[in-house]
């Protein structure tokens, strides 16, 4: 029993919207009904994949196809906006999962986190453990059981990046150690091991080297992903470009190619292909056992199908459906839930289990359905209803005939218990390490998302054969500017809890102002708040009560904290009172049009910093980029921050701004500021004005873009390269200890880069003209020092700073030292 649960927990995700529809979607899914055959993709992060290959499989040849990402991307940048870390790494699942909704594959991932750009295989390993992330991917391994595996990297330096360099050599591990019965026996209880055929490399960029070589022996096969499907209506190296363009937040908008797109996959381990990835694997229903008769009958359907009669293949389905009736081996259980599906397809059934709001508060009862319909003129009744989930919600066996296109709904009850898990994704319900997160529960590890809080399990009755539906709670609305749309549905506390920021810092021993938000998820919600804070701080007045009128009204509580006198750090927690129970958690939600709301339960906790610091800049002006917190930092330190748009770039008066800081990336996404970065040298720099410019992207090469974007981010030429220092340990060195930009208005040293998160910097200039200063000079272990971090200049009467170093991470985080370098920054120009 519990491993059926495991295996219904495994798949349930995987079928969400999809981009293809009617027939189209009917007649792949009875394609892939007649082929038993599977391919694992693996690679390191959210858009390492192949999507050509993968839609390729999935959606040309119909093999069940999955991409096994080591980790969700919490390192990488954000192009679409301010979230970092776990919350980048959200974003990023979501992405995914819309791409392989679109190329047709599946999604996994193991337990480990992104900690940033990663140089050697020693130190990914170093951070993760090898046989943390060997134990993950030989689980996934033995889930999926796949038929072949692609490692997506060659296992060498030329990989580039350590994460990629590790997903290779471990994936060949796996290869092996997935079949070995004495590896991770706990995971035994619940599968069973699994060899595969053979591991592969989809060879690129090496490839040509090999090309080169033609005296080089490699067992390789070559596999043309650029072929035209007339039922999609595209080839697949445009739905894979489709694909790809999901992932928005690492701005990986790609063509849509047409034409041939030959890929090359070279021979790791296992038997040997000699013109085909699945040569020697029998792929038909001969490998299950009593299979063939299912076979023929999915096949007559598949053949016989009319997009204008799709009930008229019903029969073939039924029988094949009542023949696996019962069956326990792999494909037939996995095939079974396909079947049904197609059956559901064929006969114009449409089920749904929708609720009537898409927040559920604790402790209360929400209103939810089962709606139905079916349109294909077929008989069809609902026999009956069972839910999982967090409970709450009675099995029901309403007996319902579904009558042509009428639609018919049963209503039901879901009661919410006081302490039902509030939704969060499931890798975020244990506290983490720093780089992996822990997930005890093994019926959701390897999933790309938690399943929803309720499923039901529908039983009907199609023809005489029985079939069963698995349908997630969902919460469907009419969106009056995009038309009907549905999203996840989640459970809240009665009252949500946030701080304004995550990290507080006190550069001095002045009490300042902190603000707490409570949103009320049911109407009139009353209590009381309070800061809890570490020993020697002090938090004015010492409760505050609170009611709140409407549902998802806002109060901003305001409470006067005291910093000890003394350098000291900790952590301030906002805990509400209501009815009798406290609530810590807040409720977030990251929103964006291309990914379903994603809802998180971050405890309403804040970083608490005190410090000794000064900045001399009053106003400063923030040219906001790709999207970065860094003005809310700014403001901490007692500046005035006003976030300059078109109209003050183009026409405002410059003068008033102590500085002017451009976030990151602004050079690349900001027109406007292109288009005036002259006027800001000009009219604002040599008049006497500083101006602070933090990281952008050279784009052009093989990472595509427009290489001139970046012509005029300094007043004299500077070359931006993808150089990095990716150690956050670097030892930072200083060229010229007594520059002005160390001493005034506080004095940098070694004490100011401890506490350093992820990294040092990124996207480094190496080339600069000679009225540039360097800095700091720093150096990833066994590489030589890198001077182009941080380059000032002076240009007329004014300050111009370039600095790759990471601020909009150190920044947001908390870190004293990144807040006192800024500082002087920002304060040059009163020096």
Request: proline share 5%; charged share 25%.
């Amino acid at each position: 029993m519990r491993t059926a649960v495991l295996f219904f927990v495994f798949v349930l995700c995987v079928a969400a919207q999809r981009p293809f529809g009617g027939a189209i979607e009917t007649k792949q899914a009875l394609d892939k009904l007649t082929v038993v055959g599977s391919a694992l993709m693996i690679a390191a992060h959210p858009d390492d994949e192949n999507t050509a290959v993968i839609a390729y499989l999935a959606r040309g040849k119909k093999v069940r196809t999955a991409y096994l990402s080591l980790n969700r991307g919490e390192g990488g940048q954000n192009l679409i906006g301010s979230e970092q870390g776990v919350e980048i790494g959200v974003i990023r699942t979501q992405e995914l999962l819309a791409a392989r909704r679109i190329d047709g594959g599946e999604q996994f991932f193991t337990r480990m986190i992104d900690f940033g750009f990663s140089k050697t295989v020693k130190e990914t390993l170093e951070k993760w453990g090898r046989e943390n992330v060997l134990r993950d991917m030989v689980w996934v391994i033995r889930k999926y059981r796949p038929d072949v595996i692609i490692r997506r990297f060659s296992g060498t330096p030329e990989d580039g990046h350590g994460h990629h360099q590790t997903s290779a050599l471990l994936a060949d591990e796996a290869f092996a150690a997935a079949a070995d019965p004495t590896k991770f026996l706990e995971q035994l209880k619940f599968v069973e091991p699994w060899q595969a055929k053979r591991i592969v490399w989809n060879s690129f960029g090496s490839m040509r080297q090999i090309e080169a070589a033609p005296e080089q022996k490699v067992d390789r096969v070559a596999m043309d992903v650029g072929q035209y499907d007339s039922y999609l209506g595209y080839s697949y190296g445009e739905v894979a470009g489709w694909s790809r363009s999901q992932h928005k937040s690492q701005a990986m908008g790609a063509a849509e190619r047409k034409g041939s797109q030959v890929n090359y996959f070279t021979l790791i381990k296992g038997d040997k292909p000699e013109k085909d990835l699945f040569d020697g694997i029998d792929t038909t229903w001969n490998r299950v056992p009593d299979g063939a008769r299912v076979g023929e009958l999915l096949g007559k359907a598949a053949k016989e199908f009319d997009g204008s009669k799709p009930a008229a293949v019903l029969p073939h389905l039924t029988e094949a459906c009542r023949l696996l009736a019962g069956r326990t081996d792999h494909y037939s259980v996995l095939k079974r839930k396909d079947l049904d599906e197609a059956i559901a397809m064929v006969a114009g059934l449409w089920v749904e289990l929708q609720a009537d709001k898409y927040i559920a508060v604790q402790g209360t009862t929400a209103k939810i359905k089962l709606a139905a319909i079916q349109r294909g003129g077929v008989k069809a009744s609902i026999e009956g209803v069972a839910f999982s989930g967090v409970g709450g919600v009675a099995d029901v066996t309403p007996s319902m005939k579904l009558g042509n296109n009428a639609p018919v709904s049963v209503p039901l009850d879901w009661k919410v218990a006081v302490d039902a898990p509030l939704t969060q994704p499931y890798y975020m319900m244990e506290a983490r390490g720093e780089a992996m997160f822990k997930v005890s529960d093994m019926g959701l590890l390897g999933l790309p998302q938690s399943p929803a809080p309720v499923v039901a399990t529908v039983k009907l009755n199609v023809d005489g054969t029985s079939i069963e539906l698995y349908r997630e709670l969902t919460h469907r609305y009419v969106d009056r500017g995009v038309g009907e749309l549905t999203r996840p549905v989640t459970i809240v506390p009665p009252v949500s809890v946030r701080l304004a920021l995550d990290a507080l810092v006190f550069p001095g021993v002045e009490a300042r102002k902190v603000e707490v938000i409570l949103k009320a998820n049911l109407a009139n919600s009353a209590g009381s708040l309070k800061l809890v804070v570490p020993a020697g701080w002090r938090t004015e007045p010492s409760t505050v009560d609170f009611a709140i009128k409407s549902v998802e009204e806002e109060k901003t509580l305001s409470f006067v904290v005291t910093p000890p006198s003394s350098e000291s750090s900790g952590t301030l927690t906002a805990v509400a009172t209501v009815g009798g129970r406290e609530v810590k958690q807040g409720t977030r939600v990251i929103q964006y049009p291309h990914i379903p709301p994603q809802t998180l339960a971050p405890e309403a906790k804040a970083k608490l910093v005190r410090f000794t610091g000064k900045n001399l800049a009053k106003r400063v002006g923030y040219v906001m980029g790709a999207g970065d917190e860094v003005p809310d930092a700014l403001r901490q330190l007692g500046s005035e921050v006003i976030l300059l748009g078109e109209q003050e770039l183009t026409t405002g008066d410059l003068s008033l701004y102590d500085a002017i800081v451009t976030g990151v990336r602004a050079y690349n996404t900001r027109p406007d500021l292109r288009a005036n970065a002259q006027r800001i040298f000009d009219e604002y720099v040599a008049k006497g004005g500083t101006y602070i410019v933090q990281y952008n992207v050279q784009e052009g090469g093989f990472f595509g873009g427009d290489p001139s974007l970046l012509g005029k981010v300094g007043p004299y030429p500077m070359t931006i390269s993808r150089d990095r220092v990716t150690d956050e340990l670097a030892v930072m060195q200083a060229p010229k200890p007594d520059h002005r930009l160390l001493q005034y208005p506080n004095q940098i040293g070694t004490k100011d880069f401890e506490g350093w998160v992820q990294e040092r910097g990124l996207y480094y200039a190496n080339k600069w003209d000679e009225k540039y200063e360097p800095l700091f000079s720093a150096a990833d272990p066994g590489e030589k020092p890198l001077l182009g971090g941080t380059l000032y200049a002076k240009y007329g009467k004014g300050h111009y700073v370039f600095t790759g170093l990471a601020m909009f991470r150190q920044l947001p985080a908390g870190v004293p030292g990144a807040f006192r370098l800024f500082a002087n920054f920002l304060s040059v120009g009163k020096n």
